[in-house]
């Protein structure tokens, strides 16, 4: 069975911090990973996913298949990045997503 | 282009009464599927679709009921509500498997309330 896990409930750091939010996963296959982020009270929205490679706001992440892991990171966080952050392996049986239980990320002045 | 469309966005409900959520996209996308979300528990996928008249069991299908008449809906029942069913409930869709196109697309959310 396929799982994402991300150890940490609450990540709290200063502007201008680095930050890595972890996730592992599980899965017999290739996987297929993403990152989404969810600002408050608004719909999830994809962050970046790992085939793609990409930077979106500052924000990389990248697959290590040995550690099965695919953290996130920001090298100076900024306030607005405060949101709740989700990692999700895509479940291509299902044409579905299983979502990590989330971090919420804050980011204080 | 109003992407995925969630209503309502706001319901209480009491214990034992039924309700319809509505999930509507405008994208063709092939696949839809329904998630709710809870404190400490992430996203859980209730149902989802393949295309339509195709729908199959997610995580925590138990007390829910879907159908998929078409391509641009997905409406999610609930039979007989029960406090554990209070949740924010998300629909999404995505394109087929076969495109290069793998982003999931989520509607706004809809908060529900059993009392």
């Known amino acids: 069975a396929q799982r994402v896990t991300q150890p940490e409930k609450l990540l709290s750091v200063f502007k201008g911090a680095p930050v890595e939010l972890k996730c592992n996963y599980s899965?017999?296959?290739?996987?297929?990973l993403f990152w989404y982020v969810q600002y408050s009270r608004q719909r999830l929205q994809l962050l970046l996913r790992?085939?793609s490679r990409e930077s979106i706001k500052g924000f990389t992440a990248d697959l290590n298949k040995g550690e099965t892991s695919f953290h996130l990171k920001k090298p100076f966080a900024q306030e607005e990045d405060s949101a709740m952050y989700y990692c999700?392996?895509?479940?291509?049986?299902?044409?579905?997503?299983?979502f990590g239980s989330g971090t919420r990320l804050q980011v204080q002045p | 282009n109003a992407g995925v469309t969630q209503t309502p966005k706001f319901q209480v409900l009491k214990t034992g009464q039924s309700m319809t959520l509505q999930c509507a996209q405008d994208?063709?996308?092939?696949?839809m599927s329904w998630y709710r979300q809870d404190p400490g528990m992430g996203l859980r996928l209730i149902h989802y679709?393949?295309?339509?008249?195709?729908?199959d069991q997610g995580e925590v299908p138990n007390g829910y009921n879907v159908s998929r008449s078409t391509t641009e809906d997905f409406p999610l029942r609930l039979l007989s509500a029960a406090p554990s069913q209070t949740s924010v409930y998300f629909c999404?869709?995505?394109?087929?498997?076969?495109?290069?196109?793998?982003?999931?697309?989520f509607g706004e959310g809809s908060w529900l309330t059993v009392v």
């Open positions: 999404a869709s995505s394109y087929s498997q076969g495109t290069s196109e793998n982003t999931i697309y």
């Open positions: 899965y017999s296959g290739s996987p297929e």
């Open positions: 790992h085939i």
């Open positions: 999700a392996l895509k479940n291509t049986g299902r044409r579905a997503l299983t």
């Open positions: 994208m063709n996308h092939e696949y």
């Open positions: 679709s393949v295309g339509a008249g195709i729908t």
